[in-house]
């Protein structure tokens, strides 16, 4: 007990994080050994580049958890945000030694770019041409945003069940989306577990859907990884159009980015046949509605204009690129830029919101849309009424004074980096429409790049200190803004 007590005097137990990163080094070297394998069975040069960074990966993560020697396991609060935010930032720097030593090398800029976009589902890409790059490459990337989909932290507490009992929980809080963390079993480590295997299944599933349709196994692999994770990245240059004229890609992929957008627990509670709980939900409702709304609001806008030709233009289209929209996952058919600025603006609108709270789509979240209207709406009834006593009510629940002031925080503070990021990048040179939406794209980890606007081009085109800024905002959104920003305030750093 007093060792504790003296731990908790400290700011942070450092020794016990550097083991921690330590062990997800070691886990990262794993998951390089995969597309080390593919380039090897391609006869790719590529498979030297990851074994070169398997090596020096697994070098270092030895290293960080053999000789840290922490004098306790105890993490508390402040070690639990500073953890989960160091562990992104490591994990990208060690993931873009690939980039750096493939085939195609990418300046050191751009692979750190690459990475992060990867390990946080933001799916914007430097790479021109994807086509040139290897198998072991493409593979990479879709796993980056796989396993940054459900999270590292998380994967982490599914696999060391020591750590439940070591910050657990602060971690579980500082890296799982939304306002409030629900856990589906007694212990941190088995909800993750549990949350990791749905995950699992789900892309299982999707991989085999998508390989019994005009997709390769390989091509499979990679949208599946970049669907479910709601990332965005594709194995081709042409993105989802490569495969344009196919239904039955679209439809399925259109199913699995709106599972991908639902909150992982109201999913695992159906697996468990609770299908009330999903019914009941009115921030699910709330996101189906959403849909159906701009559904019908894209249909209309594109008769109008008569930009179609056939059915698929009219409702499986703006479906499509409606569902990649809100999710964040980034994916777009390609006649979007056709449809007009109106749609575009609703498109502004999706990204704004996203999808559900615990699922691994970006954006704002729907849940705290909700808080907003529904405070918005009891404070203009206390205008004709100052005497009312009303609260806010979520899925049958009273909601706190205080979960309600720390919502309304987060979307002010949310606006605020948006224009900060857009007036960043402006100083530096880029135009100003495409400052402001690479800004906001980022920060939503949507990924879209300003080409789809009709002013810009890509992200390749940006200054490399433009890039290392959209980086930081692509944590700050996947982490959800105070995970991040918490550790730059004077009161973390104080015993």
Known sequence: MATIRQLRSHLVNTRMLVRVVGWLLLIETFFMLFPMGVSIYYNESDWKAFGISALLTGICGIAASRFANPHSEYLGKRDGFLLTALVWVVLSFFGLVPFLLCAHPLSFSDAFFEAMSGFTTTGASVIVSVDSM?????????????????????????????LNHSGGMQMFNAEVTGITHDKIRPRISETAKKLWEIYMILTAVLILLLALGPMSLFDSVCH??????????????AGITEWHGSVYVKCVLIVFMFLGGVNFSLIYRCFRGEFKSLRMNDVFRTYIVIILMMLVLFSVTILLRGTYHDWQEVILDPLFQIVSTIT??????????????????????????????GSTSGGAKIDRILYLFKNARNELYRCIYPNSVLAVKINGRVVSNELVSKVIAFL?????????????LAAMGVPLVDSFFSSFSCLSNTGLGAGVTGYGAGYEILPDAAKWVLSALMLIGRLELFTVL????PAFWKR
């Open 486 to 489: 918490v550790l730059f305030t």
């Open 328 to 357: 964040s996952t980034g994916f777009t058919v390609s006649n979007f830029e056709a449809w007009g600025s109106f749609v575009l603006a609703l498109t502004f609108v999706l990204m704004f919101t996203g999808a559900c709270a």
């Open 134 to 162: 290897s198998y072991g490459i493409h593979l990479w990337r879709a796993m980056m945003q796989w396993i940054g989909g459900m999270g590292i932290i998380l994967f982490t507490l599914a696999i060391i069940p020591a």
């Open 412 to 424: 002010c503070i949310y606006m605020l980096l948006i224009v900060g990021g857009g007036i960043v």
């Open 224 to 237: 599946a990884f970049g669907a479910i994770s709601t990332g965005g990245y594709s194995s081709s240059s």
